[in-house]
């Protein structure tokens, strides 16, 4: 039997947010130094959607967070608080497996709640 709150897959989540380009890595440096997260990847990507009736087509960065799923709603909340959209895409996704050993790195690497 896991241990909760030692790094299991069942005490991380994976967050998901596109953002500007231009403020992917400030946003992205904000949440590792309040110790929320333990990691942010940042990818270009193409987004296309449908935003107030109109056809939309933008260049935007994804961020892949990974943090504690205990801090998952403190991170929403301080994302949302910077992030530059009116609605912002922020998703969170339980992790279901994972290599045990960064696991329990991103325990360790995000702080206590």
Same mark, same amino acid.
């Given at each position: ?14 967050? $998901?947010s596109t ?17 929320? @997260? /333990? ?5 270009? @990507? ?6 107030k009736g ?7 960065? &994804?961020?892949?967070? #990974?943090?504690?799923?205990?801090? /998952?709603?403190? @991170?929403?909340?301080?994302? #949302?608080?910077?992030?530059? $959209? ?8 339980p992790v279901? /497996?994972?290599? /045990?050993?960064? &696991? ?10």
């Amino acid at each position: 039997m896991e241990k909760r709150g030692t790094g299991t897959a069942r005490d991380i989540c994976v967050l $998901y947010s596109t953002v500007p380009p231009n403020r992917s890595a400030d946003l992205a440096k904000r949440l590792l130094e309040k110790n929320l @997260v /333990a990691c942010v990847n940042i990818t270009p @990507v193409r987004s296309l959607y449908r935003w107030k009736g109109e056809a939309c087509d933008e260049d935007e960065h &994804l961020l892949i967070i #990974k943090t504690r799923r205990e801090l /998952a709603e403190q @991170v929403i909340r301080a994302l #949302k608080d910077m992030h530059p $959209y009116e609605v912002p895409e922020i998703i969170a996704l339980p992790v279901l /497996a994972g290599y /045990a050993p960064y &696991l329990e790195w991103v325990h360790r690497e995000t702080r206590e709640p």
